[in-house]
């Protein structure tokens, strides 16, 4: 990552904000990870979950989602789909909302480690307010995506940028609301630990950096060989069925599973909805298995966007109008 923004960083001139966040934020997601040595084997169990969320939820609410939006803002920008002062604000709240709340949007991870009531409101609320800047860049880039017929230029990155919108809509569902959903007090007394926590995992971590990856990796395909046109088909094929299995999974088992947990959690405890007994029961077996379709077209969309892939990498046909393509430095 610094080989390609440490030129940027040395040219002169420009508006650097959106480049210093990006940076910044590259920089913290390898270093946060030093929070792991703060606890040893021996530490106590309540010490150690405090720092084990530090590695664990701030790198996803803090510096990553700082990364996510800044490098958002840098495509958004370049292409002209963002202007420089929206995207530029959209980052530094991101940044702000981190510096002021990232900290305390961490304990509502920790009920069970002796945290109060009021400590946890507060988590849960920081936590909350967090998604709120990639979701208003990601509306943005969609009221002007419609756009997209008058410039022909923009048929080449249509998909792309349906991953980068997809990327805000799984923000807003994944971690916005699947995400409070289980934050408040009220909520982690009964789901704690619960099936409810792998449907906001899913959504949030594959639906927003998942997406995020795979945008990055046709925009750099799209780099390499520039000649090379994506096909309709394998995308469409690709994208939909990533969605459509994700939400699949989350509809059809993750989710079921996670209520049927929570009324036995409220009726009988916490202990009860998380036992063997309870969880091999036959209805929550067959809704496991259920889960296999949504598994089948996550995979199917999966492997075709892997052929995509390849078959762009192996094209080396250079088109008779193809210029080289000249890249301005993104502190500019």
């Known amino acids: 990552m610094m080989r390609g923004i440490w030129p940027a960083l040395r040219s002169r001139g420009g508006d650097k904000n959106l480049l210093a ?3 910044s934020s590259v920089v913290a997601i390898g270093l946060f990870y030093g929070a792991g040595l703060a606890y040893g084997e021996r530490t106590s169990l309540t010490v150690m979950e405090y720092w084990r969320w530090w590695v664990v939820h701030l790198w996803v609410e803090g510096f990553f989602e700082v990364f996510a939006t800044t490098a958002l803002a840098f495509v958004f920008c370049t292409l002209g789909l963002v202007s420089r002062p929206m995207a530029t604000a959209a980052s530094l709240a991101s940044a702000s909302l981190f510096m002021l709340g990232g900290i305390p949007g961490t304990f509502h991870h920790l009920y069970f480690a002796g945290t109060t009531t009021p400590v946890m409101a507060v988590g849960a609320a920081f936590s909350a307010l967090e998604v709120v800047p990639l979701i208003v860049l990601g509306h943005e880039a969609w009221d ?18 349906m991953c980068f919108v997809a990327v805000a809509f799984w923000n807003m569902l994944g971690a916005g609301v699947f995400g409070f959903m289980i934050n408040p007090p009220i909520s982690l007394y009964y789901i704690q630990g619960q099936n409810t926590t792998p449907v906001h995992a899913h959504a949030a971590l594959f639906g927003v950096y998942g997406f995020l990856a795979l945008g990055f990796t046709l925009l750099v395909l799209r780099y390499v060989r520039p000649a090379y046109r994506l096909s ?19 509809s059809t088992s993750l989710l079921p599973i996670g209520i049927i947990q929570f009324l036995a959690s409220v009726e009988y405890g916490t202990w009860y909805s998380r036992s063997e007994a309870f969880m091999q029961q036959p209805i929550l077996q067959n ?8 598994d089948v077209v996550f995979i199917v969309g999966a492997v075709s966007f892997a052929l995509q892939v390849v078959l762009g990498l192996a094209n080396r046909t250079i088109a008779a109008d193809a210029q080289p393509v000249a890249l301005e430095p993104v502190g500019r």
């Open 21 to 23: 966040l990006l940076t």
């Open 144 to 161: 002007n995506w419609r756009l997209k017929d008058r410039a022909p230029w923009m048929a080449d990155l249509k998909w792309p940028l």
């Open 232 to 250: 309709p088909g394998l995308m469409k094929i690709a994208f939909w069925g990533l969605n459509a299995g994700l939400v699949l999974m989350i």
């Open 287 to 294: 809704l496991r298995w259920v889960r296999t379709f949504g």
